[in-house]
């Protein structure tokens, strides 16, 4: 199994951009969500799914879309970047939303 | 509100050493306890968690503890190794049903002296 897999890496984008962050896992988890990390904090939970088709928002939603249209994927969506946005993505899985969770390897993003 | 937060931020401690992370939570509610490790660059790791009805769990060379009553958790390495040093955070989790989330504490640096 390849686990929670992320891409890219790495991105830059330039205020207004839009941009789609991808995650993808092969466990079989219903419970997904995307969390940000920024210097000195921990991480904070933006939006999560307890199953395709199904959303809602976490801690800090503004700016960022996400849809659930298949168990293996939650995308991520920036529509229009901007410099607070900069930080590291990373999104997880797990079998509930009470169970560990497994994440991603993240992805860096910097928004000039 | 609610919180999940760390004494200290950096851990120093000399290898062969135990080491011991806290953290306290101020969620009373709170029934599931996990913590993580994460190494530079990479995604949070799992190391171990503890559900409310326990107030210890033991895995290999890590120990956690759960005091409900001054709601403290804490991490216990034994015999800490260089492949020790990441940053760890503690994790609460409300159990509210679907809505469940995990709230992370911002996390503690170990670094571990040859």
């Known amino acids: 199994n390849a686990g929670v897999t992320q891409t890219p890496k790495f991105q830059v984008l330039k205020t207004g951009q839009s941009m789609t962050l991808q995650c993808a896992q092969d466990?079989?988890?219903?419970?997904m969500s995307w969390y940000r990390q920024d210097p000195g904090m921990g991480l904070r939970l933006i939006h999560y799914s307890v199953g395709a088709g199904i959303t809602d928002q976490g801690e800090v939603p503004n700016g960022y879309n996400v849809s659930r249209s298949t168990t293996e994927d939650f995308p991520l969506r920036l529509l229009s970047a901007a410099p607070s946005q900069t930080s590291v993505y990373f999104c997880a899985s797990s079998y509930s939303p009470l169970g560990s969770q497994f994440f991603g390897p993240g992805t860096r993003l910097t928004v000039l | 509100g609610e919180s999940v937060g760390l004494h200290l931020p950096t851990l120093s401690v000399q290898e062969g050493d135990n080491s011991i992370i806290n953290c306290a939570y101020s969620?009373?509610?709170?029934?599931?306890f996990i913590w993580y490790k994460q190494e530079s660059g990479k995604g949070p790791q799992f190391i171990i968690d503890?559900?409310?009805?326990?107030d210890k769990r033991q895995g290999q060379r890590v120990t956690v503890l759960l005091n409900k009553t001054v709601k403290h958790l804490s991490l216990q390495i034994a015999a800490t190794q260089p492949g020790d040093s990441a940053v760890y955070f503690c994790a609460e989790n409300t159990d509210t049903g679907a809505n469940s989330k995990l709230t992370f504490g911002k996390g503690i640096t170990l670094s571990v002296r040859p």
């Open positions: 969620n009373s509610a709170s029934d599931y």
């Open positions: 466990m079989n988890h219903e419970y």
């Open positions: 503890i559900r409310s009805n326990m």
